[in-house]
């Protein structure tokens, strides 16, 4: 993990915005960290599309560089996108490449070597549409279930490890040549430079997974988009378990926030870098055009168990105590390792 100061930096920024589809709170916290590298994004409507919401986190690393142009441009981007009108799948994807491609050419980018994790979820037409390069993560809560919109690229995985060997590199202690703990990312540039190889076949490239859901008035309660400081610590139901409980004592979506970054920040620096990383998090609470206070209701409700596949994902997926090595081969999942333009309440970028 990167470097760390003697006591973290525990004041949180943020911020909360509402329409009568969502109710939206984010919060970010440095941490242990000596400097604060993700940046976020919540807009309930995009510049040319207005009844489209955008929401991402950006986890940045080597810098924040990247991260901050990436939470400032992505959503751009993908509007700009020649398909955004007909496939969103497709505008995602091509937007993401056309993100990265933009730094690369832009005389102040191209040579900085910081990179980020990008999750976004573009919720359009009663549908949540998530891209996602890296290892932030998203999840929905169905009846108190989690299921996850997004699974993380890492290095060990067999389809990412084929990939980087192909490009010419090598996975060592679970990291691409030994430096970087993610297999798809925005910017890295160092790690996209073989000249045989398109942008989508380098050993680290930022082509999305995307994964279309959609969402439903009667099981859909909220979304959350968190960077992997969040899912180090806690797993995916667990996330979904403790935000369901706020919610259904009415809580605010920002305090929800606010509480899960404390929940998971380490007492001290000594748990292998558990809890130890910059958090954010984006919580977005689905009313579906009713009274929070129905959600609320809705959310007291007993979760609704999982099917033994989900149950299964969930061991594996996203536990900090799952080795990669012995997560590999099991299936979509891995374990964690230790690494590392609208109004001003919707976008944020630290």
Not at 76 to 86: F, G, P, R, V
Not at 299 to 315: A, K, M, S, W, Y
Not at 336 to 347: L, M, N
């Amino acid at each position: 993990m990167g470097q760390t100061l003697s006591e973290p930096v525990t004041t949180k920024e943020s911020a909360t915005c509402s329409n009568k589809q969502f109710v939206v709170g984010s919060s970010c916290m440095q941490g242990w960290r000596i400097n604060m590298e993700d940046a976020h994004t919540h807009l309930l409507s995009l510049p040319n599309d207005h009844g489209t919401a955008f929401f991402a986190v950006y986890d940045g690393h080597g810098g924040a560089k990247v991260s901050q142009y990436a939470g400032a441009h992505l959503h751009l981007t993908i509007e700009k996108q020649d398909a955004y009108n007909e496939d969103i799948e497709e505008a995602l994807r091509t937007g993401f490449m056309a993100l990265d491609e933009q730094m690369k050419n832009d005389d102040e980018m191209k040579d900085d070597m910081s990179g980020t994790t990008a999750v976004a979820v573009v919720v359009k037409d009663g549908f949540a549409y998530c891209a996602n390069v890296g290892d932030s993560r998203a999840v929905v809560s169905m009846n108190g279930r989690a299921v996850p919109l997004s699974y993380d690229h890492k290095p060990a995985n067999e389809k990412e490890a084929k990939r980087i060997v192909a490009a010419g590199g090598w996975v060592e202690f679970n990291r691409v040549n030994g430096n970087l703990a993610l297999s798809r990312a925005l910017g890295d540039f160092a790690f996209k430079r073989n000249p045989k190889k398109s942008a989508e076949e380098q050993m680290v490239t930022a082509f999305p997974d995307v994964i279309k859901m959609a969402l439903s008035e009667d099981s859909h309660e909220f979304i959350l988009l968190a960077c992997d400081g969040i899912w180090d610590v806690m797993t995916n139901q667990e996330v979904v378990d403790f935000v369901r409980e706020r919610v259904s004592i009415g809580k605010a979506a920002q305090t929800i926030c606010e509480e899960l970054l404390s929940r998971c920040l380490a007492p001290d620096c000594q748990m292998g870098g558990l809890g130890c990383d910059n958090m954010t998090a984006v919580l977005v609470l689905l009313t579906h055009g009713q009274p929070i206070e129905e959600l609320t209701k809705k959310c007291r409700l007993p979760r609704e168990e999982g099917t033994e596949e989900e149950n299964h994902h969930d061991e594996l997926y996203g536990t900090p105590s799952s080795s990669p090595v012995e997560a590999q081969g099991k299936g979509e999942g891995e374990g964690k390792d230790d690494d590392d333009d609208g109004p001003p309440t919707e976008f944020t970028a630290n």
